[in-house]
């Protein structure tokens, strides 16, 4: 009897190694609950980086980049509506947003899809 082999799709070489270092974009804007600004820097390096040899991450880099800033915004307007009372709940839910979606993100980025966090301004296209 004759064995039936099935063949896997071909995948360029370098797919797995950018959906790695895609999955590692994403989930470095979280080293700043370690280091204070290193969520901020991190993604920056690994762009910068990587970007040439893996051009597959230049989306990913524009996913994140355009996540920074909108947090930043949105982070600002907080803190000015504090003195009304509301910028409180507005900094605890962007906190919360700014942990889930980078996980969220990694995650779809190991299935090699770029996913665009919902509330982001697109800036980068």
């Given at each position: 009897?004759?064995?039936?082999?099935?063949?896997?799709?071909?995948?360029?070489?370098?797919?797995?190694?950018?959906?790695?270092?895609?999955?590692?974009?994403?989930?470095?804007?979280?080293?700043?609950?370690?280091?204070?600004?290193?969520?901020?820097i991190v993604p920056?390096?690994?762009?910068?980086?990587?970007?040439?040899?893996?051009?597959?991450?230049?989306?990913?880099?524009?996913?994140?980049?355009?996540?920074?800033?909108?947090?930043?915004?949105?982070?600002?307007?907080?803190?000015?509506?504090?003195?009304?009372?509301?910028?409180?709940?507005?900094?605890?839910?962007?906190?919360?947003?700014?942990?889930?979606?980078?996980?969220?993100?990694?995650?779809?980025?190991?299935?090699?899809?770029?996913?665009?966090?919902?509330?982001?301004?697109?800036?980068?296209?």
């Amino acid at each position: 009897m004759e064995e039936q082999q099935t063949e896997q799709p071909n995948s360029a070489p370098g797919d797995s190694e950018t959906r790695n270092w895609a999955m590692a974009l994403h989930l470095s804007l979280l080293s700043g609950l370690i280091v204070p600004l290193a969520g901020l820097i991190v993604p920056v390096v690994i762009y910068i980086l990587k970007k040439d040899s893996l051009p597959g991450l230049v989306p990913h880099g524009h996913v994140v980049f355009n996540w920074i800033i909108s947090a930043l915004i949105y982070a600002v307007i907080s803190l000015i509506l504090v003195v009304v009372g509301i910028g409180v709940l507005l900094l605890a839910a962007l906190a919360i947003l700014s942990i889930i979606f980078p996980i969220i993100g990694g995650v779809k980025a190991t299935e090699g899809e770029v996913w665009s966090y919902p509330l982001s301004i697109r800036i980068f296209k």
